[in-house]
């Protein structure tokens, strides 16, 4: 529930799915993306991976043209908003 304070981070419906996310993340990291911080699954009973932030994502990455479905927040850097190209 978000409306729960208490709430806390919960487990990723299946393992496939994480070990999904950490390879696009993995893959956008190599292709110049930078971690920030997570980027790892957690290792502990379920399928928990880190909250996790990746920025200066790059068109070459997974998690610039595939929907990351997890903890995760990227950020795209331009020169300037002229450069700007919507994905």
Known sequence: DPMNQR????PMARSALRDALHR???E??????VPLTGCS????AGFYYQPSIIDH????AP?????LFGPVEH?????SPDNFQPR
């Open 57 to 60: 994502v790059t068109a070459a």
């Open 28 to 33: 956008s990291i190599a292709q110049g993306a």
């Open 24 to 26: 696009q993340i993995s």
């Open 7 to 10: 709430a806390q981070l919960g």
């Open 41 to 44: 699954p957690i290792d502990r």
């Open 63 to 67: 998690a610039y043209h595939d929907e």
């Open 75 to 79: 950020g795209f850097r331009r020169s």
